[in-house]
């Protein structure tokens, strides 16, 4: 029996570069970002730093929205109507309906098959995901095996954030408005961790964001001795490069991974997490 072929899909908040992309193949479907009533495609039509320009001057945070029907159709539609098998991964549903739209889509199609991966995460929590699913599709496994896998390891995905101002968040009703002003008076920068698909604040560090982070990727160290070694990522939203050449220098000098990867976060993250962000995120063994 022909094996077929398996392409893979996955929304604009997986915040997976260019260079990625093309590496292993993978189609971005852009989510949209809404300013007042004008909308937007992730990545395609508007940049982090126009967000926080806009977000700056009118005192308050874009929203954002699932990929729309039209765009999840017209991307999915060469495969599908090839007859192939696309594995879609999408943002938690429980931050977005982008996978009921990917759902909603496949309804539309007689040839192809598609297999809807809620990711359960955010930015490269799913990226990770989706290069390991683009492995595993380049190694001949079927689509039936890959999703399996990719579900059951799932779990074993750690995202967290450390954000230098509650005000993205606190505009974008996230948190009160009264949080954000006493942790952003007394200078603390929370750290959001992802969660069964939700985000939840957990420690709080104060002081400078140099130093916050510093505090946050040394935390992360016992884990990290035993994490995948395969690969890790460091996605920011516009910190310093000198900032991030530290914490790359420190994840280095653990000696463990074989590929270290800095991406940027794109709009949609952005939007809700502002400037100044800085995440890592990996698998850890199960």
């Given amino acids: 029996m022909e094996k077929r072929k398996v392409s893979i899909f996955s929304d604009s908040t997986c915040d997976l570069s260019d260079e990625l992309l093309e590496k292993y193949e993978i189609t971005l479907v852009p989510l949209c970002i809404v300013l007042d009533d004008k909308s937007f495609l992730d990545r395609e039509e508007l940049s982090p730093a126009q967000i926080f320009a806009w977000a700056d001057k009118n005192k308050k945070t874009p929203k954002t929205a699932a990929v729309p029907f039209e765009k999840m159709q017209e991307l999915l539609a060469p495969c599908m109507e090839r007859d192939e098998d696309v594995i879609f991964f999408g943002i ?13 889509v496949g309804e539309e199609f007689d040839k192809g098959r ?16 989706v290069i390991r699913a683009a492995e595993l599709a380049r190694q001949g496994k079927s689509a039936e095996d890959i999703v399996q896998e990719i579900e059951a390891a799932r779990h074993l995905v750690r995202a967290s954030f450390v954000v230098d101002t509650l005000t993205y968040l606190a505009r974008g009703g996230r948190c009160s408005g009264a949080t954000a002003l006493l942790a952003n008076t007394l200078k603390l920068h ?6 069964d698909g939700k985000m939840e604040v957990g420690k709080k560090y104060r002081g400078r964001l ?3 982070l510093k505090k946050y990727v040394k935390d992360l160290e016992e884990e ?16 310093q ?7 790359r220098n420190y994840l280095e000098s653990l000696d463990r991974f074989e590929e270290i990867l800095e991406t940027t976060a794109g709009g ?12 890592v995120l990996y698998y850890v063994n199960a």
Avoid: W, Y
């Fill in 92 to 104: 938690s549903e429980d931050m977005s309906s982008t996978c009921n739209v990917a759902r909603l």
């Fill in 114 to 129: 598609l297999f809807v991966i809620d990711s359960q995460n955010l930015s490269t929590g799913i990226g990770l995901q």
């Fill in 190 to 195: 929370p750290c959001i961790k992802v969660i």
């Fill in 210 to 212: 140099e130093h916050a």
């Fill in 224 to 239: 990290l001795t035993e994490a995948d070694t395969t690969r890790i990522f460091i996605t920011h939203s516009g910190v």
């Fill in 241 to 247: 490069p000198e900032i991030v050449e530290e914490i």
């Fill in 268 to 279: 949609v993250i952005s939007s809700h997490c502002g400037p100044g962000t800085l995440g």
